[in-house]
């Protein structure tokens, strides 16, 4: 598996993006789907990476910078048929890892709630992550929408 930056053009990323967001709005309402589209991930304060094997995408992430030393995970996603492989986790501990290395002190994240996203909060708790309250522009009082961080 080799983990590049960027990718955005590719036509294999621009579909699993698309399955995200169909994803997220199939067990959320659209009021709560904070994933970003392709725009929103070439924003300059968003870096993202796809997992590769050969020409085969793997999955993808991006981090987020927020300011005053935090960052936010965004559009973590793994392809069809790449499941219990360990992408999640090798893309994680590949953000993590660049978390640190830029210096940022804490990384947060927001996903769903249901029970769709069970396996996305069980990563995320095996790495550290904690809940904790809403950041950012996110609603408070989202029911759809889980919040967690992690301090570096």
Same mark, same amino acid.
């Given at each position: 598996m080799e983990i590049r930056s960027g990718g955005l053009d590719h036509p294999a990323v621009?579909?699993? &993006?698309?399955?995200?967001?169909? %994803?997220?709005?199939?067990? #959320?309402?659209?009021?709560s789907v904070h994933a970003l589209n392709l725009a929103g991930l070439a924003a300059p304060e968003? #870096?993202?990476w796809a /997992?590769?094997? %050969?020409?085969? !995408?793997? @999955?993808? +992430?991006? !981090?987020? /910078?927020l @300011?005053? @030393?935090e960052a936010e995970i965004k559009s973590m996603r793994t +392809?069809? $048929?790449?499941?219990?492989? %360990?992408?999640?986790?090798? &893309?994680?501990?590949? !953000? !993590? %890892?660049?978390a640190r290395e830029? $210096?940022?002190r804490k990384i947060g994240l927001e996903t769903g709630s249901?029970?769709?996203?069970?396996?996305?909060?069980a990563l995320y708790r095996r790495f550290g992550f904690a809940d904790c309250a809403a950041f @950012?522009?996110?609603?408070?009082?989202d029911p759809f929408s889980r919040f967690m961080s992690l301090t570096l």
């Open positions: 621009a579909a699993l &993006l698309r399955l995200h967001l169909d %994803g997220m709005a199939q067990h #959320s309402p659209a009021a968003v #870096s993202f /997992a590769w094997e %050969g020409d085969e !995408l793997l @999955g993808c +992430a991006a !981090l987020k /910078a @300011g005053d @030393g +392809a069809p $048929g790449q499941l219990r492989r %360990g992408v999640a986790s090798a &893309l994680l501990a590949h !953000l !993590l %890892g660049v830029l $210096g940022y249901g029970h769709a996203f069970a396996p996305a909060h @950012g522009d996110y609603p408070a009082d």
